[in-house]
């Protein structure tokens, strides 16, 4: 075997470039450390001064005085408080100043049961919420129910708001949109403690019109009205007051174009429609109303709910206009009282005086 002989490695120098050169390498270096020092420091800073700000925020927020203290709920009827703040999201374990009053509210005017809300902030950690509740107007519905609302919303009866079936009236019947729209804007028009005053409405047909409204009463009186006199139910309670005889209804009923009345008198369904009576014209001819419907001939009655007789016994008509509208003589009994109906129709004092 033969042996190569061995080389030598080389071992690497550092070049040299000389002392001068030396030292300007050596100034570079110090400059690019020092730079970079300069460039970290800054950095370093912030982000120590972000670390304080957050440790000071989750100490605060760790602290119980920075807790809402209270919350108070004002405006509410049907909704509960409970609600109001699990619908808010807000409670006494909530941060006081994470509370903001433009979330809360978009939160709380979601719910359709509220129509307006409004949040502050007050001194001490306290939150005060008010609310505006939507109007209601009635319920329908039996397995499942809805709420109809004066701007002609709905919305599903969940069991938050079950407390509203005891201020708004069960209404059964007006199917169609177009007397479901018109009963709505009927009853939008009344207070809500008017409304509150109604148990049922249902749909009764009468000759004169076939889409008339029986309104059931929490009294256990019934009131007969058309969609455009539903208003006259602002003043039921002192007409009920007054009525001598509550088994009979009371009527909605135009007297002339400035003034309406609630007049008592016999209910439809305990009327014996065989024995029906109607207004003629001169000619003999049926007299109809605006919807073409022969007009029922109505009768006074007495104070103790019987019919109202002249003297040779035969009973007293409630006199119709032209157009089929009853003119109702709103002080009959004392009229009558006073014999003023003595010939069938009301006579003035001066003639029943010289008659006698």
Excluded at 170 to 188: H, S
Excluded at 307 to 335: C, H, R, S, T
Excluded at 344 to 351: M, R
Aim: charged letters at 30%.
């Amino acid at each position: 075997m033969v042996r190569l002989p061995r080389v030598k490695r080389r071992k690497k120098t550092k070049p040299e470039f000389g002392e001068h050169v030396e030292k300007v390498f050596a100034e570079n270096r110090k400059l690019n450390v020092a730079r970079a020092f300069r460039l970290y420091q800054p950095m370093s800073a912030k982000a120590g001064l972000i670390a304080g700000i957050l440790l000071i925020l989750i100490a605060g927020m760790l602290n119980p005085a920075s807790r809402v203290r209270s919350v108070s709920v004002t405006g509410n009827h049907i909704l509960s408080g409970d609600y109001i703040l699990e619908t808010a999201g807000v409670d006494t374990e909530s941060i006081f100043y994470l509370c903001l009053p433009p979330v809360l509210k978009l939160r709380l005017e979601k719910d359709p049961m509220i129509e307006n809300a409004k949040v502050e902030m007050a001194a001490g950690n306290v939150l005060r919420i008010r609310i505006e509740e939507k109007k209601a107007v009635g319920y329908r519905g039996d397995d499942t129910l809805t709420i109809l609302f004066a701007d002609q919303s709905t919305t599903e009866m969940t069991y938050d708001y079950q407390t509203i079936i005891s201020e708004i009236p069960k209404i059964d019947g007006f199917e169609e949109f177009e007397q479901q729209r018109r009963l709505v804007n009927a009853l939008a028009s009344l207070d809500s403690d008017v409304i509150a005053d109604i148990s049922e409405i249902t749909q009764y047909s009468m000759a004169y019109d076939s889409e008339t409204l029986k309104i059931l009463m929490n009294t256990g009186g019934y009131v007969v009205a058309g969609y455009d006199t539903v208003y006259m139910l602002k003043g039921y309670s002192k007409v009920y007051a007054k009525q001598n005889n509550h088994s009979q209804c009371l009527y909605a009923q135009y007297k002339d174009d400035s003034k309406s009345v609630l007049v008592s008198s016999q209910c439809p369904w305990d009327t014996d429609n065989s024995g029906k009576e109607y207004w003629t014209k001169a000619d003999g001819t049926a007299l109809t109303n605006k919807y073409g419907d022969a007009v029922i001939k109505h009768y006074y009655t007495t104070s103790d709910g019987s019919y109202a007789v002249d003297d040779e016994g035969k009973k007293i008509p409630i006199p119709v206009d032209d157009d089929g509208l009853e003119v109702i003589d709103e002080n009959f009994q004392d009229n009558y009282e006073k014999g003023l109906y003595s010939s069938g129709f009301l006579e003035a004092e001066e003639d029943n005086e010289e008659q006698e």
